[in-house]
């Protein structure tokens, strides 16, 4: 059973999560993949709840959501998940499938296509309203070493959260 919450009723018990690990699920027709993200941001733009999400090129992830409009973001908060956010954060589905491996049950969602991963309790449901590719020259030096030495940069993809709900 899930409890609809304001998108920012969790902030805390979020981003604390965040840090920690959560799942980006994205689905494309009939394609679907969810990857370990330890950065994003959820604030309030364009008069729209956002959950910003980065991306890089090498990603599996990031050929699906170029096809499709949506993603969901799932937490564990009360589980722990340590090993399933490892896997799904160093494996690719160019490898295997994360679902099978990590036992990972996709479950519809309430409002978007993409499910949610059924063993977490705070989920987000995003429509895209924007993305932004990196402009390497505007980032921070010590930041671009430090995290892109190898140039693999991050597409920002917002997405206005539909839907923000957590497990009862």
Known sequence: MFKDIAYNEMSKE???QLQKGAFLTVKAKDEL????IGWGSVGYIWNKPIFMVAVRYSRYTYELIEKTDEFTVSLPLTKDMKKELSICGTKSKREIDKFKECNLTPKKGKVVDTPIIDQCDLHYECKIVYKQAMEPGNLDKKIKEAKYSDSDFHVLYYGEIVASYIKE
């Open 33 to 36: 993949n969810t990857m370990t």
């Open 14 to 16: 979020m981003l604390n």
